[in-house]
């Protein structure tokens, strides 16, 4: 019944060690999005792929990449963690002007 | 323009209570308006949502209210129970051409239900 699945849950990593965390989705929704969350904040978005086009916020730093290999999964990469990305990040996905599904997030930890 | 305010930033309301959380907005072209549940350590789940056609969206205990003259919509949570206890958050989103909608999220409330 799963719709929205991020891997891993929690993901411990080291200072500038880079990173990728996944998610899939079996909605088969064309948008994906990837959120940063902080504590007691609400969600930010990072960059989204509409069907396979990209598209990035102008305040997302350049340290964070991401990759849509088909309609079904979508990676977020961060290339040199500092301390300051350590958040829960979200993955969420709509068709068109329906939604977001947001999925579980992944719990980041930089040491 | 693109901002969504949300009050109160947290609250307390006994069991069995009504829980009210508001939200306003300036950008008029805003058209779907959803809240979003949010337990410790989970993603948000959507939890109802209401377009400006309509002045009052009813889901089991919840309810949205929207004022479009006044440009704004709050959550009702009727009967709360201590299980409602989490992080709302109301967000909005209009109409995007040729690209994807992007919601716009108000700061949250923290809901305590007690006993």
């Known amino acids: 019944d799963a719709m929205v699945i991020q891997n891993p849950r929690y993901q411990v990593t080291q200072f500038g060690k880079p990173v990728t965390l996944s998610c899939s989705q079996t909605l088969n929704h064309n948008v994906m999005y990837w959120y940063q969350q902080k504590s007691s904040q609400a969600p930010k978005l990072l960059f989204h792929?509409?069907?396979?086009?990209?598209?990035n916020e102008a305040d997302t730093p350049d340290n964070f990449q991401s990759r849509r290999p088909n309609t079904s999964f979508c990676f977020l990469d961060i290339r040199s963690p500092g301390l300051g990305d350590a958040a829960m990040y979200l993955c969420?996905?709509?068709?068109?002007?329906?939604?977001?599904?947001f999925g579980p997030g992944t719990r980041l930890t930089v040491t | 323009q693109q901002q969504v305010k949300q009050s109160p930033q947290s609250l307390i309301v006994q069991k069995g209570g009504i829980s009210i959380i508001n939200c306003a907005y300036e950008?008029?072209?805003?058209?779907?308006f959803p809240w979003y549940q949010q337990f410790p350590g989970k993603g948000p789940a959507l939890l109802i949502a209401?377009?400006?056609?309509?002045s009052e969206k009813k889901e089991g205990r919840f309810t949205i209210s929207f004022n479009k003259s006044a440009k704004q919509f709050s959550l009702h949570i009727m009967d709360s129970q201590p299980g409602d206890s989490a992080t709302y958050f109301c967000?909005?989103?209009?109409?995007?051409?040729?690209?994807?909608?992007?919601?716009?999220f108000g700061t949250g409330t923290r809901l305590q239900v007690t006993l």
């Open positions: 969420a996905t709509s068709r068109d002007k329906v939604g977001g599904y």
């Open positions: 950008n008029t072209a805003f058209d779907y």
């Open positions: 967000a909005a989103s209009a109409r995007a051409t040729g690209t994807a909608s992007k919601l716009t």
């Open positions: 792929y509409y069907d396979k086009d990209f598209n």
């Open positions: 209401i377009r400006p056609d309509v």
